[in-house]
């Protein structure tokens, strides 16, 4: 399988973006595609949301802000970023997860061992 996420650019605050992650290789139905952001490679990867068959999760940072949409005709996942603020500048990365947790966000102690792909990132800069 592999993911390619497209959609990021530069942003003023205020502003929105959609980002596309597309799988190839697989279908969405094997996987829970979850979406991290990363805003320095010395931080941690966030995850911020996550969509599987049935059920979607939003990271309380970008709860109400932020929209997580599939569609299976193009075999892709979709995060909409609205009222985009400076401190959302990363680069955001989407990952399919096998799902034998279902949807989740917090990897903290699994070394990400259920991720069975990473995909490149795009960069998102939101200016003031």
């Known amino acids: 399988v592999q993911l390619v996420e497209s959609g990021g650019g530069l942003v003023q605050a205020g502003g929105s973006l959609k980002l596309s992650c597309s799988l190839s290789?697989?279908?969405?139905?094997?996987?829970?595609i979850v979406w991290f952001r990363q805003a320095t490679p010395e931080k941690d990867r966030e995850g911020i949301s996550c969509i599987a068959d049935g059920t979607s999760m939003y990271a309380d940072s970008v709860k109400d802000r932020f929209t997580i949409s599939r569609d299976k005709t193009k075999n892709m996942v979709l995060l909409e970023l609205n009222n985009l603020q400076p401190e959302d500048t990363a680069v955001y990365i989407c990952?399919?997860?096998?799902?034998?947790?279902?949807?989740?966000?917090?990897?903290?102690?699994?070394?990400?061992?259920?991720?069975?792909?990473w995909g490149y990132g795009t960069q998102v800069t939101v200016s003031p």
């Open positions: 990952a399919a997860d096998w799902g034998w947790s279902g949807c989740r966000l917090d990897y903290s102690g699994t070394y990400y061992s259920s991720i069975a792909k």
């Open positions: 290789g697989g279908t969405l139905d094997d996987y829970a």
